[in-house]
Structure formats: C-alpha cells, structure tokens
C-alpha cells in the first residue's frame, strides 16, 4: 500500500529561522509534490520532484530515491509563509497519496 | 492565478439536496482530478478524468459522480447530501494523465450542508 508520512504536524517559528518539514513515503512512489495550502483554503503547488532538488526562491526541497524521503526547506522565513504544507506522492497509478500536511506558524 | 477556475465558491445547502460543483481546467490540460477536503479526513483523491475519459477513481461515494464534457470542463455532482459531506472540494488540473506532472489547483468549493 502507498504511503506518504509526513513530520511535524505542527511547527513554530521566529521570523528569519530556518524551517526543515520531512516527507518519508512508500514504495511505489515515484515522485513527490509539495503543497502550500494557505488559511484561506487554496492551494499552490510548490514543487514536483522525482529526483535531486529543487529551489524557487526561498523555497528549496530534495528528494532521495534511495531513502524515500524528501524535505522541504524555507530560508529566512517570514510571517508571509504561515500555512500548511501537504507532500503528496505519485505513482504508478494518477492519484496522489497526501500526507497529513505540516501546519507552520511563523512569528514576527 | 492556477488557471483553474471552480464555481461556486461557497455552497450551503439542506440534507437530502443534490448540488453540481463545476470546474475549468487550465488551457490545454487534459486531466483533471477531484479532491475533497473535509477537517477530519484531509485530503482525500475522489475521481480523475482524461480527455473526457474516466481514468482513475478513489474514495468517491456511490452518492456522487462526475463527468468530463468535449470542452475539458468538469463536473461533480453530489447527491442526497449528508452532513458528512460538507467539506471544501478542490477541482485539479495537470497537461498529462500520470501525476508525475505538475499539478494546477482551483480555489476550491465550500460545500456546507445543514
């Protein structure tokens, strides 16, 4: 069965930190996506990685085949990025398995 | 701006009702995906159709059904509506029919249903 396991389920952080969130998911799962689910409700895709990393902005996220897991980063993180952050994996079928999302809170 | 578009927005309705969430792809892209997203579930994949073709079916109820017209655009349709249904359902988009692609989200439908 197809998993995407997603930690932490709750982070805090001062404005300027460094912000790790970890994706780990199953075989079967060929390429992951990162979600940015705002308090609104929408939702932006980030990124979609099969391999190596990624970086748009502040915004970087990598994957490791080997390991099954993928983190995505935030540098210098401002109050602006406050949301939730989902990983969804893909595989061999088109449905994607979504972890439980990563509420990020980030304080002036 | 996805370049997906949902209508409605916002949705409230009684038990029992029948109500049709619509969704535009964007320009070009010839899947799209359902999802429902409800505060004790998540995100959940509902149903996925390829150029007018269903191609990949999740945990949609037998309640609900959807459908893909010439245009690409969408449909959703629920019916004799629970208040377990109420949730917000987000309409999809990708160029390809292998998740692997990039996928393009709408804003969303809140469904409430009381």
Not at chain 1, 36 to 50: D, E, K, N, R
Not at chain 1, 52 to 73: D, F, P
Not at chain 2, 6 to 30: M, Y
């Amino acid at each position: 069965k197809n998993e995407v396991e997603q930690s932490p389920q709750n982070l805090t952080a001062q404005e300027g930190e460094f912000i790790t969130i970890n994706c780990s998911y199953s075989v079967g799962i060929s390429a992951l996506h990162w979600l940015q689910q705002h308090p609104g409700g929408g939702i932006v895709s980030l990124f979609m990685l099969s391999s190596g990393k990624k970086k748009h902005g502040r915004l970087i996220a990598t994957i490791n085949i080997q390991e099954k897991h993928s983190s995505l980063h935030i540098t210098a993180s401002h109050p602006r990025d406050s949301a939730v952050y989902i990983c969804a994996g893909a595989g061999g079928t088109d449905k994607l398995i979504f972890g439980t999302g990563t509420r990020l809170q980030v304080f002036p | 701006d996805s370049g997906v578009t949902q209508t409605p927005k916002h949705l409230i309705t009684a038990t029992g009702q029948r109500v049709t969430l619509r969704c535009s792809p964007r320009s070009g892209d010839l899947s799209v995906y359902w999802y429902q997203q409800s505060l004790d579930q998540g995100l959940q994949f509902l149903i996925q159709y390829y150029n007018g073709e269903e191609r990949a079916k999740g945990n949609i109820l037998e309640r609900f059904s959807a459908q893909q017209f010439p245009d690409l655009h969408s449909e959703l349709n629920l019916s004799s509506l629970e208040l377990g249904d109420s949730a917000l359902y987000f309409c999809a988009s990708s160029p390809g029919h292998f998740s692997g692609n990039t996928i393009y989200f709408g804003e969303g439908s809140w469904l409430t249903v009381v």
